[in-house]
């Protein structure tokens, strides 16, 4: 659970300059200090904002007028309440709003499941889909003619990665820069579609949620989300081969990193 701490308070105390500022009438910002001021003030009450709307969007009620009232009466140091006061109801709220995030969360989750395995089921009766035991679907798309990885070696990938409803999450092909990754440190849907290949080929793999990330959110993936990818083989290395040349590379959008299913 996220705690607030005593310099949260001076934070939440800052951002009164942008409430404050804002029941005032416009004035004209002559100087430098009054433009920067503003600035300051208007970045902090973006940030706030933020909160409040992030908040409200989980079902939690917002008096504005009392968020209001408390950044004031905090920078003039004429708080109604202690800090450990303070503390105490900002900590409370916090364990509201985990509990209301962690149900949004398990709703989406319970939608994008439902979703991914409809779409599973219609998928696999496409021409040329096929299913492997665990329930990955695979389609060749170009064979290649080098060999195929083992499971301890290295690859080099170009791919596209997007959700079930189009959504591209991840693309190698848009930075111009393949990547390359030892093939036991990524999710279980790649892990055993990419031994299927052989280098120089192009598969499409549709990955059920429990071969990716889960229950798990990864970037803009959302939770229990069926993933689609492209993938082409360009290149396979074994381990320690080629080991004073280029590194491994970091991952995109998380797009395969094994963060999932116990990896």
């Given at each position: 659970?996220?705690?607030?701490?005593k310099?949260?308070?001076?934070?939440?105390?800052?951002?009164?300059?942008?409430?404050?500022?804002?029941?005032?009438?416009n004035?004209?910002?002559n100087?430098?200090?009054?433009?920067?001021?503003?600035s300051?003030?208007?970045?902090?009450?973006?940030?706030?904002s933020?909160?409040i709307?992030?908040?409200?969007?989980?079902g939690?009620?917002?008096?504005?007028?009392?968020?209001i009232?408390?950044?004031v009466?905090a920078?003039?140091n004429?708080?109604?309440?202690s800090?450990?006061?303070?503390?105490?109801?900002?900590?409370?709220?916090?364990?509201?709003?985990?509990?209301a995030?962690?149900?949004?969360?398990?709703?989406?989750?319970?939608?994008?499941?439902?979703?991914?395995s409809?779409?599973l089921?219609?998928?696999?009766?496409?021409?040329?889909?096929?299913?492997?035991?665990?329930g990955?679907?695979?389609?060749?798309?170009?064979e290649?003619?080098?060999?195929?990885?083992?499971?301890e070696d290295?690859?080099?990938?170009?791919?596209?990665?997007?959700?079930?409803?189009?959504t591209?999450?991840?693309?190698?092909y848009?930075?111009?820069?393949?990547?390359?990754?030892?093939?036991?440190?990524?999710?279980?849907?790649?892990?055993?579609?990419?031994?299927?290949?052989?280098?120089?080929?192009?598969?499409?793999?549709?990955?059920?949620?429990?071969?990716?990330?889960?229950?798990?959110?990864?970037?803009?993936?959302?939770?229990?989300?069926?993933?689609?990818?492209?993938?082409?083989?360009?290149?396979?290395?074994?381990?320690?081969?080629n080991?004073?040349?280029?590194?491994?590379?970091?991952m995109g959008?998380?797009g395969?990193m094994?963060?999932?299913s116990?990896h």
């Open positions: 659970m996220t705690k607030i701490t310099t949260s308070l001076a934070v939440v105390a800052g951002l009164s300059l942008f409430i404050s500022a804002s029941s005032m009438a004035t004209p910002l100087t430098e200090v009054q433009k920067e001021s503003y300051i003030g208007a970045s902090l009450g973006k940030y706030l933020s909160q709307y992030s908040q409200t969007e989980l939690a009620e917002v008096d504005v007028e009392r968020v009232e408390g950044v009466d920078l003039k004429k708080s109604q309440y800090d450990e006061e303070i503390l105490t109801y900002l900590n409370q709220r916090a364990e509201q709003l985990n509990a995030k962690e149900a949004a969360n398990e709703r989406i989750a319970l939608e994008n499941m439902t979703a991914g409809s779409y089921a219609n998928h696999k009766k496409q021409d040329g889909v096929i299913v492997t035991d665990s990955l679907q695979y389609q060749v798309v170009a290649g003619e080098g060999r195929k990885p083992n499971p290295v690859v080099t990938v170009h791919y596209k990665g997007y959700l079930i409803d189009g591209e999450f991840d693309n190698s848009a930075r111009d820069e393949p990547n390359r990754f030892a093939l036991m440190s990524v999710i279980e849907g790649w892990q055993e579609g990419i031994p299927l290949m052989n280098e120089g080929a192009t598969y499409k793999f549709t990955i059920p949620s429990e071969l990716a990330y889960s229950t798990k959110q990864v970037g803009i993936i959302p939770p229990s989300s069926t993933l689609v990818f492209e993938v082409e083989l360009v290149k396979v290395e074994a381990p320690g081969e080991a004073h040349g280029m590194g491994l590379s970091g959008m998380g395969m094994g963060s999932g116990g």
